[in-house]
């Protein structure tokens, strides 16, 4: 049975441990401290959308944290499906294909026009993943970034 909920404060504590697990997937430092900190201004600020995903013994599994964004040309909302990640041990159960139509439903109730999301060409699962949950491939348009 997989449970998924909107983070509120109360899930703080787990989902920083969750959070601070993926940075460190991603090669950051790992500091739960910070990771803490940073999710708490997220959710009091209202700046994220995050949901969490529990297993049948109320073990949290995973997270997708979703940022509001605006498309100009469709004046409409657009959320930056920015984060998921599953722990481990809980991969390949179902939890991120639950995680992501959680993010969709909430799309479609706040009037949103898409989802958005970036991921590496390395990322063999989430490449295999994001198609097989109705994801395509932006094959026309560049991806560019600048880094202060």
Same mark, same amino acid.
């Given at each position: ?10 899930? @703080?504590?787990? %989902?920083?441990? !969750? /959070? ?9 430092? =790992? ?46 909302? @657009?959320?930056? %499906?920015?984060? !998921? /990640? ?9 939890? =991120? ?52």
């Amino acid at each position: 049975m997989i449970q998924i909920e909107q983070a509120t404060i109360i899930h @703080l504590d787990s %989902l920083a441990i !969750l /959070f601070d697990q993926y940075r460190v997937f991603y090669e950051k430092q =790992s500091d739960v401290k910070a990771a803490k900190g940073f999710l708490r201004q997220r959710i009091e600020a209202n700046e994220s959308v995050i949901f969490v995903s529990f297993n049948e013994a109320n073990v949290m599994t995973g997270f997708t944290q979703l940022y509001p964004l605006f498309s100009s040309t469709r004046m409409k909302r @657009l959320w930056l %499906l920015n984060d !998921l /990640f599953v722990e481990a041990t809980f991969r390949g159960k179902g939890f =991120s294909i639950a995680l992501i139509e959680s993010a969709k439903e909430h799309c479609r109730q706040t009037g949103g026009c898409g989802l958005i999301l970036e991921t590496a060409k390395s990322n063999t699962i989430g490449n295999k993943l994001y198609p097989k949950v109705g994801f395509q491939l932006d094959q026309d348009h560049h991806f560019f970034s600048w880094d202060n």
